[in-house]
Protein backbone atom coordinates (compact mmCIF):
# COMPACT_ATOMS: atom_id res chain seq x y z
CA UNK A 1 0.00 0.00 0.00
CA UNK A 2 1.27 3.50 -0.73
CA UNK A 3 1.15 6.73 1.38
CA UNK A 4 1.89 10.23 0.41
CA UNK A 5 3.40 12.74 3.40
CA UNK A 6 3.28 16.38 2.14
CA UNK A 7 5.09 18.94 4.08
CA UNK A 8 6.31 22.50 3.31
CA UNK A 9 3.12 24.18 3.41
CA UNK A 10 2.97 27.22 5.50
CA UNK A 11 2.01 30.85 6.00
CA UNK A 12 4.04 33.30 3.40
CA UNK A 13 3.74 36.87 2.38
CA UNK A 14 2.69 37.81 -1.31
CA UNK A 15 6.27 37.34 -3.11
CA UNK A 16 7.61 35.17 -0.98
CA UNK A 17 8.60 31.13 -1.59
CA UNK A 18 7.41 28.23 -0.46
CA UNK A 19 8.81 24.52 -1.51
CA UNK A 20 6.48 21.65 -0.69
CA UNK A 21 7.55 18.10 -0.71
CA UNK A 22 5.49 14.84 -1.14
CA UNK A 23 7.33 11.72 -0.38
CA UNK A 24 5.79 8.15 -1.01
CA UNK A 25 6.15 5.11 1.06
CA UNK A 26 5.90 1.36 -0.76
CA UNK A 27 7.02 -0.03 -3.77
CA UNK A 28 6.48 1.80 -7.10
CA UNK A 29 7.28 0.09 -10.49
CA UNK A 30 7.38 0.95 -13.92
CA UNK A 31 5.69 4.56 -15.53
CA UNK A 32 4.07 6.59 -12.78
CA UNK A 33 3.33 10.25 -12.56
CA UNK A 34 3.60 12.61 -9.33
CA UNK A 35 1.63 15.84 -9.00
CA UNK A 36 0.29 18.33 -7.00
CA UNK A 37 -3.46 20.02 -6.78
CA UNK A 38 -4.85 22.03 -5.22
CA UNK A 39 -8.26 23.31 -3.43
CA UNK A 40 -9.29 26.86 -2.23
CA UNK A 41 -12.46 27.51 -0.14
CA UNK A 42 -15.30 27.36 -2.06
CA UNK A 43 -13.75 26.15 -5.21
CA UNK A 44 -12.92 22.77 -7.24
CA UNK A 45 -9.87 20.93 -6.86
CA UNK A 46 -7.52 21.95 -10.00
CA UNK A 47 -4.39 20.58 -11.39
CA UNK A 48 -0.89 22.95 -10.15
CA UNK A 49 1.44 20.75 -11.65
CA UNK A 50 2.52 17.05 -12.20
CA UNK A 51 5.88 14.99 -13.46
CA UNK A 52 6.64 11.19 -14.82
CA UNK A 53 9.24 9.44 -13.77
CA UNK A 54 10.72 10.51 -16.54
CA UNK A 55 10.98 13.85 -16.19
CA UNK A 56 8.09 15.33 -18.55
CA UNK A 57 6.31 18.00 -16.75
CA UNK A 58 3.18 19.76 -17.23
CA UNK A 59 2.32 23.28 -15.29
CA UNK A 60 -1.65 24.98 -15.08
CA UNK A 61 -1.35 28.17 -16.71
CA UNK A 62 -1.56 30.28 -13.81
CA UNK A 63 1.58 28.66 -12.54
CA UNK A 64 3.75 28.57 -15.40
CA UNK A 65 7.00 30.54 -14.64
CA UNK A 66 6.72 30.66 -10.88
CA UNK A 67 6.25 27.14 -10.22
CA UNK A 68 8.75 24.17 -10.57
CA UNK A 69 7.93 20.47 -10.25
CA UNK A 70 10.94 17.88 -9.65
CA UNK A 71 11.20 14.95 -8.12
CA UNK A 72 13.46 12.59 -6.56
CA UNK A 73 12.82 8.64 -8.26
CA UNK A 74 15.36 7.12 -5.97
CA UNK A 75 13.80 8.72 -2.59
CA UNK A 76 10.34 8.31 -4.48
CA UNK A 77 9.84 11.86 -3.62
CA UNK A 78 8.22 14.87 -5.32
CA UNK A 79 8.68 18.68 -4.63
CA UNK A 80 7.17 21.95 -5.50
CA UNK A 81 9.43 24.84 -5.90
CA UNK A 82 6.78 28.41 -5.08
CA UNK A 83 7.89 31.27 -6.32
CA UNK A 84 6.41 34.93 -6.49
CA UNK A 85 3.57 33.90 -4.37
CA UNK A 86 0.09 35.47 -5.03
CA UNK A 87 -3.08 35.65 -2.56
CA UNK A 88 -4.89 33.53 -5.31
CA UNK A 89 -2.12 30.47 -4.71
CA UNK A 90 -4.06 30.21 -1.23
CA UNK A 91 -5.30 26.51 -1.24
CA UNK A 92 -4.76 23.45 0.31
CA UNK A 93 -2.08 21.56 -1.80
CA UNK A 94 -2.29 17.95 -2.78
CA UNK A 95 0.48 15.37 -3.81
CA UNK A 96 -0.87 12.59 -6.07
CA UNK A 97 0.53 10.14 -7.65
CA UNK A 98 -0.83 7.35 -10.39
CA UNK A 99 0.59 3.81 -11.00
CA UNK A 100 -0.91 2.03 -13.84
CA UNK A 101 -4.62 2.00 -12.50
CA UNK A 102 -4.22 3.28 -9.07
CA UNK A 103 -4.11 6.74 -7.56
CA UNK A 104 -3.17 7.75 -4.22
CA UNK A 105 -3.38 11.09 -2.36
CA UNK A 106 -1.98 12.60 0.38
CA UNK A 107 -3.76 14.18 3.56
CA UNK A 108 -3.08 18.06 2.07
CA UNK A 109 -1.21 20.95 3.31
CA UNK A 110 -2.34 24.36 3.46
CA UNK A 111 -0.38 27.20 1.62
CA UNK A 112 -1.56 30.71 3.10
CA UNK A 113 -0.54 33.72 0.68
CA UNK A 114 -1.01 36.71 3.10
CA UNK A 115 0.38 40.33 4.00
Known amino acids: QVQLVESGGGLVQPGGSLRLSCAAS????????MGWYRQAPGKQRELVAT???????NYADSVKGRFTISRDNAKNTVYLQMNSLKPEDTAVYYC?????????WGQGTQVTVSS
Open 96 to 104: TLVVVTKDY
Open 51 to 57: ITNGGSS
Open 26 to 33: GSIFGFNV
